[in-house]
């Protein structure tokens, strides 16, 4: 099991968008290593011929008919928005893809 | 103490109906007892005292006008702080929602209003549900009101201890691993995870969505049934809510007994690790049930040994996707937007700041076990996992009735003891993670005190999907012989405060 | 545009590379509700009015999946001859970006709803060709940001951003086509014919109006090249959100010429996206990502798997229209007229139009006539879409009746025609405003014929003599004498008639 690395939290902390402090990244390399180390038992069950169940429940097939229901008001969609303009969510600059 | 306070949940309601109390009187006497001894458990991050009594007032004034009034109209609740509440604040136990205040209810906060229940507040949690010991609470520990230097349990410390600490009769949980039963056995209470799709998840905030479920909590199992029957049944809101009707809970435990029962012992469920005092009361609560009439019938499940660790790959993995919403634009808390930063850098200080170290750690945990390259080995894996132990239950269940374990495999320990070590913690959940990640239905109830340490241990029944009812006819037979033993209910040796 | 970027010319690309393409389709439904809440989707509603704990990704919202959405995408998979799965889920595509309420778009991954298809697609010269289809998934649009502050709402420069979450949750189908190989010098007219393709097939199914102009459908063109001759694909660029049938086309040529100047230059063409400029034509790259996207796709936990019964599956085809190119072919049939005349008319934007004014009680070839000649030049003039036009398939039908009937005759009708347009009211109200009316009086069309024959001995004599296409003289002479008002076909029935002649 490859141990893991300062770096490899670094990256997971950039896809988990969280603005890890330098001590936080060596104490959650640390502990994310124990844990790993500890669960990865599971992958003794990787070979089996055995289907993945992703939910407790054999349900299929659960849709609503394609009918209008009320909205939230302007006024509640946007009462926990930081900040507001022009009844938009207003957000800092966007660096994304144009 | 005043007496109304000690009054079960459905003692309140018939005394309420036939007029002997009011409402009003007997949320008071809630109010006043939170007021009283909270500053010492902690067991609410928001008494909602002017809401609680308006709902108090309402049901008098149904009383008055001779309409006909729900089991539980006019009594008190303490509804965890997971569940969204127009108008009052909801936190998930977390700073990255401290102060937000939801424009909606949760399916099971409109079902409580609708049956005149009277929401007290919002107890305090681990952080997300993520925790064992309400430590991780953004605002703060919760005591047991056995021994205020000891946990409570967790995620749903705040409605055990709200229940332990008789600041409410009745109050709502969440059982993702086991945050309703562990809650409830170290603080000698009554706690039961429905059938996953039992009760909505609509407006429950979602840590790991395929193994969340909400539910009662109570000092009684007779309590705990009717508040079972309120909040259960089909919304069509989940879409993994089971459309069939609510197995007849409070009949059930209205008719406890385990004559001619088999009940299942699962090998697994005991060894190292586990307390000498909880497998003594364990050990009895066996014997008891024997000369109740059960057949006794052992059970080998392999693949539970390997619950733990599906656990710790299935549960960050979803949470790390449901946590994502919490990025700082939409509501909730924002930080760094001072002008030098873009959007995803204040999401980033945002997540940063607004989130506990076990939360951070769940949701880095969860990213790892998704990513590329890793998903089979683990994420997969565990989803395998999943299955057999699906399988082995329903193995079992083909040959008893009920499983029956201890709840968790200690007693309460002592705040701090664990905080740091996250694998330590997550041993709490040993003996409740298997019905969660099959989906199936369980109870936790008190079967007496540890002898080494005079703190509650919980029994844990465990029956099969949709037969909710079995928990509490077990459950009532149970609790009744106990009783009957002890000449007295448990709870009436938790310290006074 | 600062950047310039090399290209070499389209002949020379294609003479040393061979281009290979996938085209990503992003249709949004007209469902009357949002994929996974009831939110209404009517377009111009005032920002954040259609929202709700669901789609703004509220703590605890859970999704419903909408069953007119499902339909809508198997209507689609069958209508591309796919394979329609018998179970399949929805999953989570984990990546964040401010338009995306939850920061994970709810998707398909592994198991579409519809997969193995394709879609036959007509060349400008009449000619078919095939394009496989790899999958349609069904997922969800995302909101829409503004950014304030800098040059013309562009991300850069703007000091902050504005969110709408109005358009968030829409019911998106994203058709993916399998590697376009074969299609040569064609490549990028093969791009456009699809794309059109797809939006007669989308509107003929009824799911949606696609108005690529309205963003309802969206195109990624991925290109890569390869060495003539070579078979293991090159490196492929990604132009998204190609937003018009000409785009698709220029984006696709663009970037077959860029390509090819960096291949032939000894460079090594980068996996990115790009973005396509109407205004050039050009593409210019997007953001250089410096870490591979990872999303960590896993099925969606809230939603259960999607299993529609082979009845209901079968139930669906039924019903399903008649599809464009089985139409076309039809009515190329009914009408017996050549490939490459239906390719005008359908060049022309002529169809539908030429349909319905059949629909209406013309026939055929007047239809055809109509709206192919006066009215597709006034279209022309006017700089409009024949659907645009001041003039309804009806009133077309109106006009051609007329004629039928020997009320007017083609160069009055043509009169008629632009009367309507200019808006002077129905084709009856024009006939009577502007006195329209062919000379049916009998006795004064007679009187005009003998007065052309007295007025013209000499051709008299030659049509006498067998000449019957001398006619023509004397049928322009009545004509002028009644000022264009007299039916040319009985005038020149009476010439013969008065001058003892058989026609023909
Ligand atoms: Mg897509
Ligand atoms: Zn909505």
Redesign the interface.
Known sequence: MPGITREEVAHLARLARLELKPEELDHFAGQLDDIIGAVARVSEVADQDVPPTSHPLPLTNVMRPDEVRPSLTPEQALSGAPAQEQQRFKVPQILGEE | MSDIIKLTAAEIAEKIASGELTAVEVTEAHLARIEAVDEKVHAFLHVDREGALAQARAVDAKRERGEKLGPLAGVPLALKDI??TEGVP?T?GSKI?EG?????D?TVTKRLKDADVVILGKTNMDEFAMGSSTENSAYGPTGNPWDLTKIPGGSGGGSSAALAAFQAPLAIGTDTGGSIRQPAAVTGTVGVKPT??GVS??????F????DQGGPCARTVLDAALLHEVIAGHD?????S?DAPVPAVVDAARNGSVQGMRVGVVKQFRGEGYQAGVVQRFDESVELLKELGAEIVELDCPSFD?A???Y??IAP??C??NL???????????TG?D?T?????????T??AG?G?EV??R???G??A???GY??????????????I?QEFERAFEQVDVIVSPTTPTTAFPIGERADD??AMYLADLCTIPTN????AAMSLPCGLAPEDDLPVGLQIIAP?MKDDRLYKVGAAVEAAFVEKWGHPLIEEAPSL | MTTTTDLVSYEDALASYDPVMGLEVHVELGTKTKMFCGCSTALGADPNTQTCPVCLGMPGALPVVNATGVESAIKIGLALNCEIAEWCRFARKNYFYPDMPKNFQTSQYDEPIAFDGYLDVQLEDGETFRVQIERAHMEEDTGKSTHVGGATGRIHGASHSLLDYNRAGIPLIEIVTKPIEGAGERAPEVARAYVRELRELIRALGVSEARMEMGQMRCDVNLSLRPNGTERFGTRSETKNVNSLRSVERAARFEIQRHAAVLSGGGTIIQETRHFHEDTGSTTSGRVKEEAEDYRYFPEPDLVPVAPSREWVEEIRSNLPELPLVRRNRLREEWGISGNDMQSILNAGALDPIVATIDAGADAASARKWWMGELARSANESGKALDELAITPVQVARVAELVTKGDLNDKLARQVILGVLAGEGTPDEVVDKRGLKVVSDEGALTTAVEEAIAGNPAIADKIRGGKVAAAGALVGAVMKATRGQADAARVKELILEKLGVAEG
């Open positions: 569940f969204t909801t998930v929602l937000w205040i939801p424009p909606y949760a996953y799709g998840r609509y407006g429950m905030v979602a790991s969505s395929s193994l069509p809101m989940d879409s993994t089971i390997l733990l660790s599906a710790y790959l993995s979803e790390s996707s994502a919403r919490f990025d700082g634009l939409r509501y909730g808390l924002r937007d002008g930063h873009s959007a995803e850098e204040v999401t980033s200080l997540r940063e989130f170290p951070k750690r949701v880095m945990l990213t790892y998704l990513s590329s998903y089979d080995a683990y994420y997969g894996s565990a989803q395998k996992v999943r299955t057999l699906k996250p694998m990640l099959a989906g199936n999907a």
